[in-house]
């Protein structure tokens, strides 16, 4: 029982009811909201975008966090689950995204579909609110 209450490395029980043990447990009427579908914007300015597509597949989840930005104040980098950068939401997009996300909401996608045009990955996402 010692094991499942320790503090010090963020896992057993405490781990789990905080999200930090590995383990992922629902909450109570934990739902996704489906919201959008969109692209991601930028992939040509990924320099190992082709390298990265390889590990993508339908519907794997994508990581959204706000990034400061001069160029876009409402910036939303898009990442894979291993950190890997590939683009944003589009800036006609991510006004109410980043609206919902500063108001401490959690937004995510999954990729819808995926295809090469000319030197051009185009990711298109499925956008989903966490509630």
């Given at each position: ?65 706000r ?9 939303i ?55």
């Amino acid at each position: 029982m010692s094991d499942l209450v320790k503090k010090d490395d963020g896992g057993g029980l405490l781990g789990v009811l905080h999200g930090t043990g590995g383990l992922v447990v629902p909450k109570p009427f934990e739902r996704e909201i489906y919201l959008f579908t969109t692209h991601v914007a930028g992939t040509t300015h990924i320099d190992n975008i082709f390298d990265i597509e390889k590990h993508l597949n339908i519907d794997d989840k994508l990581l959204f966090f706000r990034e400061d930005n001069p160029h876009d104040e409402k910036a939303i980098r898009v990442e894979t689950l291993q950190k890997e950068k590939i683009g944003y939401v589009p800036r006609g997009d991510n006004a109410v995204f980043s609206r919902l996300m500063d108001a401490g909401k959690e937004l995510y996608a999954r990729i819808k579909d995926k295809e090469t045009v000319d030197e051009w990955l185009r990711i298109e996402i499925d956008i989903y609110l966490k509630d």
